[in-house]
């Protein structure tokens, strides 16, 4: 049976060392509650790092084996390891980038990138140990960056899932990062890379389109002969958990123990762990501000603050945690009263027990970071609040704000807005508390942890499928076989063939597409062949097709069908066709090259076209779809075509069409094979006019009409030269 495997930097149990050896509990983390209905069903693994050192060897197997038991599998790391690749890279590099601090937080260092490399090479390790062809590998978050490809060059039928819990940074911070290109290529293993927020996929893609020579069509990129998908899927908490503490007796407890101790005032709570994303300056700024300008509020709030430690060895922490101190220390030494301190704080952790006593007992929850992923916090406080009252104040840098839209929405950076937010709080009348936090708390419900895992492994097998569908159309070597084999038995064929894109790759000047020696002898071999019929049909102009292919036996169309050129006659064109037209195009289209560095215009007889091929990446894109809603109506009051190409937008008259002009060829003569190749918007034309019993090849993509597809040029020579060769056997046998 295939089983799943879910791989993460840290295992979801603590090891403590003691005296005696070693003590396991169980961690309450969000991605351990949730993946637990994962990796302890049947012969599941999770795969991951202890979170201690251990170096003596009979200790590792001791640990491997109680391990083995709770369904995990550990990754033992050196203390150097666990310095570089964590502290180091993981934590010097990525995370202060995906956070948007670029300048303050970040180092940059060979050596944290050479370990971050051992140590994902050490998960891969443990992951062949398990994994078997068939197999689920599920890698969580930005300490593997590295390992979908890392698995992928192992194992290349397993399904690779990827979550990134952390933001996505735009594309302007991330290629900061001298490694960027390895770090995108090693997620390209992956065959579903999720994220917590649309926008970080739209960073993603648009990162990877700009760094990687890949192709991004919406949510997909298509590497190689590969497609993955991108897609966002909000990370949800154990809602009947937490939803069922407060009813608990030693919750109760320590509920009674708060509303007794603060019964006078209002508690605004605060929990997060030590971190410069968290925005824990900012919010007592706030916090001082209100009770600077609402003097009226002393005595009758509190501030419940707890920061869990993180990292305080780490020069960055430790002031961080100096600067939270100081100023908690002078906004109580200012507005402290007798029997009043304004700011509980508690630098450490709490058990779950304490932490769901004072979700049920705050008025109201702030959380409000610079920049988050997803923010579980604000969930747990809107699943805690079971008599549907409570505010919650939360950052729109969080991803959680894009669901919980009934929060008040703050930006963190704006001290005023956050502080006004926390008076409308404290002001909300209870029926509008409640009218809010039931919408927060049926969303909190229905896309809880568990439906997180249900829709990211239901996409994942849906783009196994998908996958599978695009291999079954690519020209594989048994369907090249099946073709060539159709091909040798027919005696009346005529072939279609595109040029540029087709049987050449693009250049970026469009003049230094020439044919070369190999493509003229595979058009000399098919059209020795008297039963073959060749057609290139391209969008070319009919000057170019002519000077190099005027002296072969083959038919040329050219500039989409305009022009016609039979063996060993001369030019004509379609009759009837104006280009009168031209002169109110023209304009705009040289409007659109001064606004777009790169870009330029091709005149053909009766077309347009402007190219941005060397334009900015996105900015050619962006102004083609400008131009296209600019020129829609233009176009249609003059029967005009607008075509969109690969770096092209093209105006043409609307009579000329491949299609029509394949049509036309084809019936001429009785065919019994029929062919044709393209790789273009125009060339879908021919694709979808040919009979049905055509055989029609897509080059370098599958979404299209035809019915196969090839990856590039080279593919398509190396099947034409195989028609070639199967005559010459056949002639032979």
């Keep these: 049976m295939p089983k799943t495997i879910i ?439 229905k896309f809880n942890i568990l439906h997180w895992v249900k829709i990211f492994m239901d996409k994942l097998k849906e783009v196994k499928q998908m996958q599978r569908s695009m291999q079954t159309r690519h020209v594989s070597f048994g369907t090249e076989q099946s073709i060539v084999k159709r091909y040798s038995k027919t005696k009346k064929r005529i072939i279609f063939l595109d040029y540029d894109g087709t049987l050449v790759g693009f250049k970026s000047n469009i003049s230094q597409a020439n044919p070369d020696r190999e493509l003229f002898a595979i058009i000399d071999k098919l059209t020795e062949d008297p039963a073959n019929e060749v057609i290139m049909i391209s969008g070319r102009k009919h000057k170019n097709l002519g000077e190099w292919f005027g002296d072969k036996n083959v038919y040329l169309v050219a500039e989409h069908g305009a022009w016609y050129k039979e063996q060993n006659k001369s030019w004509h064109k379609i009759s009837g066709l104006s280009d009168s037209w031209k002169q109110d195009i023209l304009p705009v289209l040289e409007t659109y090259v001064d606004r777009t560095p790169g870009s330029f215009i091709e005149e053909k007889t009766y077309s347009l076209v402007w190219h941005y091929r060397n334009a900015q990446k996105g900015l050619g894109e962006l102004r083609a779809n400008e131009l296209m809603n600019n020129l829609k109506y233009l176009a249609s009051d003059k029967g005009l075509q607008l075509l969109p190409g690969d770096k092209v937008l093209e105006v043409k008259n609307v009579e000329i069409n491949k299609g029509k002009a394949a049509l036309l060829l084809v019936e001429k003569d009785n065919y019994d094979f029929i062919i044709a190749f393209g790789d273009d918007y125009t060339d879908e034309d021919i694709f979808k006019a040919l009979p049905d019993n055509a055989i029609t090849i897509k080059v370098g993509s599958n979404v299209s009409a035809a019915k196969f597809y090839l990856r590039n040029p080279a593919e398509v020579r190396k099947l034409l030269l195989s028609f070639t060769e199967s005559v010459a056997v056949e002639v032979k046998g």
């Design 7 to 445: 791989v993460s930097n840290r295992l979801p149990v603590k090891i403590s060392k003691i005296d005696e050896g070693y003590v396991f509990s169980s961690s309450e983390g969000g991605l351990a509650t949730g993946l637990r209905s994962v990796y302890k069903h049947g012969n599941n693994k999770w795969i991951g790092w202890p979170g201690i050192e251990v170096t003596e060897q009979n200790d590792r197997e001791n640990i491997r084996q109680q391990l083995a038991e709770m369904s995990l599998a550990p990754v033992f790391l050196e203390q150097e390891e666990i310095n570089q690749y964590y502290e180091g890279f993981s934590n010097d590099v990525l995370w202060p980038v995906f956070h948007y601090y670029i300048s303050t937080y970040t180092v940059y260092k060979q050596s944290y990138w050479e370990y971050y490399n051992i140590v994902n090479r050490k998960f891969r390790d443990e992951i062949l140990k398990i994994a078997e062809p068939g197999d689920v590998i599920w890698i969580h978050d930005y300490q593997l960056l590295l390992l979908p490809s890392l698995v992928r060059a192992e194992l290349p039928d397993v399904s690779i899932g990827f979550f990134l819990h952390i933001p996505f940074p735009s594309h302007e911070m991330f290629r900061n990062i001298p490694w960027r290109y390895e770090l995108l290529e090693g997620l390209m293993g992956a065959d579903l890379i999720g994220f917590h927020t649309f926008d970080d996929v739209r960073h993603f893609t648009g990162s990877v389109s700009r760094i990687l020579p890949v192709t991004v069509s919406a949510n997909i990129i298509t590497t190689g002969e590969r497609s993955l998908v991108v897609e966002s899927f909000a990370m949800g908490i154990d809602v009947n958990k937490y939803a069922a503490l407060p009813l608990k007796k030693v919750v109760k407890d320590h509920i009674a123990s708060i509303k007794d101790a603060f019964k006078n005032s209002k508690l605004i709570l605060s929990i997060d762990r030590l971190d410069y994303s968290k925005g824990i300056l900012q919010r007592l700024q706030a916090f001082e501000q209100l009770l600077q300008k609402h003097p009226e509020y002393a005595e009758k709030i509190t501030m419940y603050m707890i920061v869990v430690p993180s990292r305080d060895t780490v020069p960055q922490y430790a002031h961080l945690r100096d600067e939270i101190d100081k100023k908690v220390g002078n906004i109580n030494a200012l507005y402290r009263k007798m029997d009043w301190t304004p700011i509980h704080y508690y630098y450490r952790s709490f058990p779950i027990e304490m932490l769901s006593a004072l979700y049920a007992s705050a008025d109201v929850c702030l959380v409000t970071p610079m920049r988050d992923g997803m923010n579980l916090v604000s969930k747990e406080y809107v699943a805690s609040r079971i008599h549907d009252d409570g505010v919650l104040v939360l950052s729109e840098m969080a991803g959680a704000s894009k669901e919980l839209i009934d929060a008040l929405i703050v930006n963190p950076n704006n001290i005023d807005e956050v502080c006004d937010a926390i008076i409308t709080a404290l002001n909300m009348p209870e029926d509008e508390q409640k009218e809010r936090m039931q919408q927060m708390r049926a969303l909190v419900t």
